[in-house]
């Protein structure tokens, strides 16, 4: 049922909204769902979902798609409460909510296990901001120039005057802080800031937000950085580096500490493209940072079967060398134009 053709046009209406909150609400028992290798816009989204919801008269159960959280969102409250895939197993639900998800197959070992739940025979909520999202839902909120899911679930809580607690506030801040890097990236909109202020006044928690996400971080992880960051390389507008199980062995670290990585190569100065590679048994995950519009790593992701924002992508490759090579040679052809516009 995954067709991988994007819906660019799905930009939602206010009615859109209405039928979103009534189908979600109207439900008995929810799962509430998000892509595996989560990030804190994710686990945000899902943390805010669960608060609209009535869980006094409604039972809502959060999962992402591979069972992990991350630890930098540990901070929020009702994260504890996400369920282990393996407890998910008998469950059944009359409504799904999938947010930050471009399609069903992002939620990896959750949609391999149960299919049956994202197939369209329970009524699905997507609430979505990837360019590459497919539009499977009965009711679809996508809008790719949204910064972040929780941008589109701020406009929702607005706009139908949902009451805002200091909690809920907390959770979509954090999924807007966490994919615009701090209100930094160019996806960063007036629409954005806006909303950001509202949930400042609504009372959320900035300074939680900024620790866990930006500023504090284990010691394993400096060590990841510097062992990745020794190894870098910079070639013709592409700065790359990796991350392989050596590296996490020693440092201590896990991959997901490895995450902001391509941001911080995507800084190099010259660079048209950044790219880590995380070296894994069935072989390399590839994450991509574009450092301009002029470049869409979406596009070359999707080449590869992966997808993700125009600025920020990914895809996975086959193991081994030769893989990893022939994918910097696609990517170094599809650039060179860009190359000489990219020189400083
Ligand atoms: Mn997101």
């Known amino acids: 049922m995954t067709n991988h053709t994007a819906c ?3 930009r939602y209406t206010p009615a859109d909204l209405e039928t979103a909150w009534r189908t979600m609400a109207s439900g008995q028992v929810i799962l509430v769902a998000t892509h595996a ?16 919801l009535d869980d006094t008269r409604q039972i809502v159960v959060m999962a992402t798609g591979d069972g992990r959280v991350p630890a930098t969102v540990r901070f929020l409250a009702g994260v504890d409460r996400f369920a282990q895939l393996s407890e998910l197993r008998d469950q059944s639900f009359d409504r799904v909510v999938l947010v930050d998800c471009a399609d069903p197959s992002r939620l990896g070992p959750l949609f391999r296990e149960s299919p049956g739940w994202f197939d369209g025979s329970i009524p699905i909520v997507n609430i979505d901001h990837h360019v590459t999202n497919t539009c499977f839902g009965t009711v679809n909120l996508v809008d790719p120039d949204a910064a972040a899911t929780t941008e589109i679930l701020s406009e929702l809580v607005l706009q139908l005057g949902l009451p805002v607690s200091p909690e809920l506030a907390t959770c979509l801040l954090t999924g807007i802080y966490g994919d615009t890097l701090g209100l930094q990236t160019s996806s960063t909109r007036p629409k954005t800031m806006r909303l950001a202020a509202h949930l400042l006044e609504a009372g959320a928690d900035l300074s939680a937000i900024v620790t866990h996400l930006f500023r504090q971080r284990p010691f394993s992880t400096v060590r990841l950085w510097g062992l990745a960051l020794a190894r870098a390389r910079f070639d013709t507008g592409i700065v790359w580096t990796e991350i ?7 440092s201590g670290a896990t991959a997901a500490e490895g995450e902001g990585i391509v941001n911080f190569l995507s800084g190099t100065e010259g660079a048209a493209i950044a790219i880590l590679f995380y070296q894994q048994p069935e072989g390399w995950r590839v994450s991509l940072r574009s450092t301009s519009d002029v470049l869409d790593v979406a596009e070359i992701a999707a080449r590869y079967g992966g997808g993700g924002h125009s600025r920020a992508a990914g895809c996975r490759l086959p193991p081994g060398e030769h893989a990893r090579q022939a994918f910097l040679e696609a990517v170094a052809r599809s650039l060179p134009e860009y190359a000489v516009a990219g020189d400083p």
């Open 37 to 52: 290798n989560p990030d804190a816009d994710a686990i945000a989204s899902v943390l805010a979902v669960r608060l609209l």
């Open 244 to 250: 392989t199980p050596e590296m996490l062995e020693e």
């Open 8 to 10: 660019y046009d799905g």
